[in-house]
């Protein structure tokens, strides 16, 4: 059985940063492929940053240049490194992985396994 599971989220200002682990369990995360996607109150789940088994990473437009996707196999961990942080960033987070590690990664169908999420609240 694979569990996923994120922390790190909080509270942070405006330009402030914070870094989210997701721990995985049960599978080795070398053979997977990650994804962090977000869902703020009314609004759908959104697609936030893959990284594949290659180590190829892919973010959408409103977060490229401030978020960054890692991984550390030895350690069986993703992360997600946020800098800059708007007020919109706002949501819940959640950590997912992929067995196949497709390359439609901003699709979430094609995760088989998600994490309970982590909330992140950025105050203006």
């Known amino acids: 059985q694979v569990q996923l599971v994120e922390s790190g989220g909080g509270l942070v200002q405006a330009g402030g940063s914070l870094r989210l682990s997701c721990i995985v369990s049960g599978r080795t995360l070398s053979n997977y492929g990650m994804g962090w996607f977000r869902q703020a109150p009314g609004k759908e789940r959104e697609f936030v940053a893959a990284?594949?088994?290659?180590?190829?990473?892919y973010y959408p437009d409103s977060v490229k240049g401030r978020f960054t996707i890692s991984r550390d196999n030895s350690k069986n961990t993703a992360f997600l490194q946020m800098n800059n942080l708007k007020p919109e960033d706002t949501a819940v987070y959640y950590c997912a992985a992929d067995r196949d590690s497709s390359l439609v990664y901003s699709a979430s169908y094609v995760y088989d396994y998600w994490g309970q999420g982590t909330q992140v609240t950025v105050s203006s």
């Open positions: 990284i594949r088994r290659n180590g190829y990473t």
